[in-house]
C-alpha cells in the first residue's frame, strides 16, 4: 500500500509474525487465528501494535490465511491503514521474518519482530524496546526475571539446580539496527529460536529491557484460557458460591516509598512514567496487602513467612508470581478464596482510568474476585506527602 501524505513515512517497522500453525494449541486453524472474544489472537496482537509507535506494521499470515489477516490488521490500524503490509510466511519462523524483512520500506532505519501469540503485550514494552534502540543500542530484547526454581533433566532424572540469578525470561518485540538484522539474517547457516539468538550468533551484543508478564506466549489451551480470563470485564470474576460455613476474614496492609529503579508497578499493572517503589521485588504494596491478609485469613502467617528476602526468586518478581503461590497456598492448608477488597492511599497513580484493568490483573492471578478502590489522605502523611504508597486489604476466605 502507498502511505497517505498526511501520514509521515515512518523510520520503524514491526514485524508480527502469525504465520505458526499452533499444533500444541490443538484449535484446529492457525493459532493467530484463534479466537480471544469477539476478535482474534492477531488481532489483540495488532491492537497492541497500533497503540505504540507510529510504524510500517507487516504482518506475517499463513498464504490461505492473508485475506483474513489484511482483514484484522485494517481493522486494528485506524487511521495507519496506509502503513499496513501483509505477506505470506515461510515453514519455519526465521523463514517467515525473512519474508517480513523483505516488505520493509527502504526508508527504515529500525526494525522490531513480534510474536501474534503475545497477543496482549502492552505498548509500553515496544516503547521501551524502541527507545534502548534509539539510544545507539544494535539488538534489544525484553525480558522477565526467572523465579522458578530450575533444575537440569536427564533421562527424566535431576541433574542439578540451575542458577536462576543469571536466567532471564525472553520475550517479544524484539528490536534491532535495520542493517545488522538484514547482515544477520543474509548470514544465517542455522535455525535459530528467536531473532536475538540470530543476531547474537553473528556477534551483535543484545542488550535487555524489562518485559511484561502479560506478553506471555499463547500456547497451550491454558495460555489460552489464560488470555480470556485476562480480556474478561471484572465484572465476569468469579463470585463465591454460598457456603454453609462460617467464613474467616483476614486483614493485611503495606507500605512502599518511592525510590525505586525502572518503571512503577502497582496492583499487577506497569504504569510507564511513574516513579518506582522499593523494595526486594517491585514494591507492589497492592499485592502484598491482599497477601497478608489472605494468609492471616487462613492463620498462615504473613507475606514475610512466605516471601521473606532470604528468597531471591522474588527479588523482581511481580503481582502475579505473588498472588498465584498465595492461591496455592490457601489450597494447599484446606481454604478457598471468597473474595478481597483493597484500598490504595496515594497521590499517583490515578487510578480511575485503569481500576477495571487492575481488578481482571489481580483477579486472575488470585483465583478469586478482587475489587480495587483507590483514595487521597488530603495531604496527610507520608502518602500525603508524595512519598510513597499505602494499601490496605480485607479478605475472605472459607474452609474447602
Known amino acids: 500500500m502507498t502511505t497517505d501524505a498526511l501520514i509521515p513515512v515512518p523510520h520503524l517497522a514491526i514485524i508480527v509474525v502469525a504465520a505458526g500453525a499452533g499444533t500444541r494449541l490443538a484449535s484446529g486453524s492457525p493459532k493467530a487465528f484463534v479466537g480471544l472474544d469477539d476478535h482474534t489472537i492477531l488481532r489483540h496482537a495488532l491492537d497492541g501494535v497500533f497503540r505504540g509507535p507510529v510504524a510500517q506494521v507487516i504482518v506475517v499470515a499463513p498464504a490461505a490465511r492473508v485475506g483474513d489477516a489484511l482483514t484484522d490488521a485494517l481493522a486494528a490500524a485506524g487511521e495507519r491503514r496506509d502503513l499496513v503490509t501483509v505477506v505470506a510466511g515461510g515453514e519455519t519462523r526465521q523463514e517467515s521474518v525473512g519474508a517480513g524483512l523483505g516488505a520493509v520500506w527502504p526508508d527504515v532505519e529500525r526494525v522490531l519482530v513480534h510474536d501474534a501469540a503475545r497477543a496482549l503485550t ?27 526454581t530450575i533444575k537440569r533433566v536427564e533421562a527424566d532424572a535431576v541433574v542439578e539446580a540451575v542458577d536462576r540469578s543469571t536466567l532471564a525470561a525472553a520475550q517479544t518485540p524484539q528490536g534491532f539496527r535495520r542493517s545488522v538484522l538484514d547482515a544477520a539474517y543474509a548470514a544465517a547457516s542455522a535455525d535459530h529460536t528467536d531473532d536475538a539468538a540470530l543476531v547474537q550468533a553473528a556477534g551483535v551484543e543484545v542488550w535487555t529491557v524489562p518485559g511484561d508478564e502479560r506478553a ?100 523482581g518478581a511481580h503481582a502475579a508470581a505473588f498472588l498465584a503461590r498465595t492461591r496455592t ?39 478469586a474476585p478482587v475489587t480495587v478502590s483507590a483514595t487521597t489522605t488530603d495531604g496527610l502523611g507520608f502518602t500525603g506527602a508524595g512519598e510513597g504508597v499505602a494499601a490496605f486489604a480485607v479478605a475472605v476466605v472459607y474452609p474447602a
Open 122 to 148: 502492552l505498548p509500553a514494552v515496544f516503547e521501551r524496546v524502541v527507545a534502548a534502540l534509539e539510544s545507539g543500542h544494535d539488538a534489544v530484547l525484553p525480558v522477565l526475571p526467572v523465579v522458578d
Open 216 to 315: 506471555f506466549k499463547i500456547t497451550t489451551p491454558a495460555d489460552l484460557e489464560r488470555a480470556r480470563a485476562l480480556l474478561a470485564p471484572a465484572s465476569a470474576a468469579p463470585s463465591p458460591a454460598p457456603r454453609s460455613v462460617a467464613p474467616r476474614v483476614g486483614v493485611g496492609t503495606d507500605v512502599h516509598a518511592f525510590g525505586g529503579d525502572g518503571d512503577l508497578w502497582l496492583a499487577g499493572l506497569d504504569w510507564p512514567g511513574e516513579r518506582a517503589l522499593s523494595g526486594h521485588s517491585d514494591g507492589d504494596a497492592v499485592a502484598h496487602a491482599i497477601v497478608d491478609a489472605v494468609l492471616a485469613a487462613a492463620g498462615l502467617g504473613d507475606i514475610g513467612t512466605h516471601f521473606g528476602t532470604d528468597q531471591p526468586e522474588y527479588a
Open 329 to 367: 497456598l490457601i489450597a494447599e492448608a484446606g481454604f478457598t478464596i471468597g473474595n478481597v477488597s483493597v484500598q490504595v492511599q496515594a497521590n499517583r497513580p490515578r487510578f480511575a482510568a485503569r481500576r477495571g484493568e487492575a481488578e481482571v490483573a489481580l483477579s486472575t492471578a488470585l483465583g
